[in-house]
């Protein structure tokens, strides 16, 4: 029979170490008369960094993604109004929304229906629209705003971006 090997502690050999942090009072650097406390100087203070003095204090955060759903024809003549004006899609749509946000359902292509009866019966079957799907980069507060007026106008979100466009291109 053999006797196991003993392991050495990883515990103890993996634990961190504490560093004292610089700048700040230690055993080592005071002395034992009365005079002041020795203090060592904070390499930071002494050579401020320039990426952090120039670093603006507020930042645009794109934080959220939302991909949304547009006809690729209605897709297309906004990229090229888009361009046309020197603008990316993104800034666009979101001008474009923002104009026309009190009446995106004007710009809404709702199917028809026969009503009167005891049924809703569809006019005609709808007719397959060729789609893109794309995503776009917003701040918190614009995907706020886009959210609410989804649940305003109880459309989703692209057809809310479909409408938007819709009365801009007009």
Not at 43 to 52: F, I, M, N, Q, V
Not at 68 to 78: M, T, V
Not at 117 to 137: C, D, E, M, N, Y
């Amino acid at each position: 029979m053999t006797t196991p090997t003993a392991l050495p502690d990883l515990a103890t050999t993996l634990r961190r170490k504490r560093a004292t942090p610089t700048g700040q009072v230690t055993a080592e650097t005071t002395t034992s008369t009365a005079q002041a406390p020795v203090r060592t100087p904070d390499k930071e203070s002494e050579t401020p960094s320039p990426a952090k003095a120039s670093r603006p204090v507020e930042r645009r955060e794109y934080l959220r993604q939302i991909t949304y759903s547009l006809p690729r024809d209605l897709h297309r003549r906004g990229k090229d109004r888009a361009a046309e004006r020197g603008e990316t899609l993104t800034a666009f749509l979101l001008n474009a929304i923002n104009t026309h946000h009190e009446r995106i359902l004007d710009g809404h292509e709702t199917p028809q229906e026969v009503t009167g009866g005891l049924f809703t019966i569809p006019q005609a079957a709808r007719p397959t629209v060729s789609k893109v799907q794309t995503s776009i980069r917003i701040t918190d507060s614009q995907t706020a705003a886009i959210t609410a007026l989804c649940k305003k106008t109880g459309l989703d979100r692209g057809e809310v971006f479909a409408a938007a466009l819709r009365l801009e291109l007009r």
